[in-house]
């Protein structure tokens, strides 16, 4: 496997397990698996951009993408490919370079376009039949941590990663 350039992910169903909680006040909420910002930290040691594509447009994504320091966020997307499609011209990278993980119909057009393309356990064999790759885990269940220690074991790198951590807090 080759190491990508941009890792790229769905929110609903993939960093949540696809509820969504509303109060009769109408507020709403996701729950996310804090084990998740550990993929994100792992991408970003090694100066790899992560971004989060959702057909949702939602404060409680922008919120947690800031909290990771996530740059890229794209919300309210309905065809995905063509962000992707843009995302990759604007950085000069080649589809191949993309890693994405979704689970549902709304992500089979990018699953079946980048380089490295997964699902979590649960999405539907429909969907997972577009993937390279299916995750153990259930979305909302830190698959895309999953999703990230699978790509740098593959790629040789969690080792280098954790050295790269656990220099960086020693030097604070």
């Known amino acids: 496997m080759k190491l990508p350039k941009l890792v790229l992910t769905d929110i609903d169903g993939v960093w949540t397990d696809g509820g969504m909680y509303y109060a009769q006040n109408g507020n709403e909420w996701k729950k996310f698996n804090t084990a998740d910002s550990a993929g994100v930290l792992f991408f970003q040691l090694l100066k790899i951009p992560v971004g989060i594509i959702t057909g949702e447009q939602t404060t409680i994504v922008e919120n947690r993408a800031k909290k990771l320091n996530i740059n890229i966020l794209k919300m309210g997307v309905k065809n995905k490919l063509d962000v992707v499609n843009e995302l990759a011209k604007n950085m000069n990278i080649k589809l191949e370079d993309i890693a994405y993980i979704?689970?549902?119909?709304?992500?089979?057009?990018?699953?079946k376009s980048v380089g490295v393309s997964a699902t979590p356990a649960d999405a539907p064999e429909?969907?997972?039949?577009?993937?390279?790759?299916?995750?153990k885990k259930n979305g909302g269940s830190g698959v895309f941590r999953e999703f990230s220690e699978f790509i740098l074991s593959e790629c040789a790198l969690m080792d280098d990663v954790i050295k790269i951590y656990l220099n960086s807090i020693r030097s604070q």
């Open 102 to 111: 979704g689970d549902d119909i709304n992500d089979i057009q990018v699953l």
């Open 126 to 135: 429909y969907v997972a039949s577009f993937a390279k790759y299916r995750m």
